[in-house]
């Protein structure tokens, strides 16, 4: 792991603070789930942000990692490739995120690309303070054994290459151990677009 990635560990401690409950843990685009100040020039400007930026349509991913032994899992929706050579991928989970402390603790995860019809394995994964893996069927990746989620299109097993700061979010690289596509030819992806869950047919 690059040593940039390691220097924006949290302390174990407020690691373990920001493990309690709360309502939900979806990790949107920058923008979409970051707090306003209560200014209207201020709320109007954002929403013009968050109402750009969702015009840009993007598939579901969940980020996953074993920590303790336990399977840990967050869903993301801030997910893209970086680079070929080397092969680099990146996701950007939110400062206030309670997932992304354990996965950065580990140094490795996976990113699992929703199907269609996995729109309750989103749900589940973005919920707090419940079984994120209740009744959710995984296997180990190949080289991390991080969660591999049954029925996704595809997933990267990864290790943490860099970590950047990026205003209220964190700027997440990851260098790609393993890779392989899950689905048949005709899978189709789950998406997201102004607010809501889509699918190639609508």
């Known amino acids: ?23 939900i843990d979806f990790e949107f685009r920058p923008g979409e ?45 801030s997910f893209s490739s970086v680079s070929l050579d080397p092969p680099l991928v990146l996701f950007v989970p939110a400062r206030s995120s309670r997932a992304w402390p354990v996965i950065q603790r580990v140094g490795r995860f996976c990113v699992n690309v929703l199907a269609a ?24 990746a190949e080289v991390t054994g991080s969660p591999v989620i049954a029925g996704t299109l595809a997933h990267l097993d990864c290790t943490i ?24 030819d005709d899978a189709e992806p789950l998406l997201y677009f102004r607010g809501s869950y889509r699918t190639t047919d609508c």
Request: aromatic fraction near 6%; include cysteine; proline fraction near 5%.
């Open 161 to 184: 290459h860099t970590v950047h700061e990026g205003g209220d979010h964190y700027v997440v690289v990851g260098r790609v151990e393993h890779l392989e596509t899950t689905g048949g």
């Open 33 to 77: 789930d970051v707090a306003v100040h209560d200014d209207p020039e201020a709320r109007a400007a954002a929403r013009r942000f968050r109402d750009v930026l969702g015009t840009f349509a993007s598939g579901i991913t969940v980020i996953t990692t074993v920590s303790n032994g336990q399977p840990v899992g967050m869903t993301c929706q």
């Open 117 to 140: 019809d996995q729109e309750h394995v989103s749900a589940q994964m973005a919920s707090k303070g419940a079984d994120k893996f209740a009744g959710i069927d995984w296997r180990p």
């Open 1 to 23: 792991m690059s040593p940039d990635a390691r220097e924006t560990w949290p302390h174990p401690a407020l690691i373990d603070s920001w493990l309690g409950d709360a309502e």
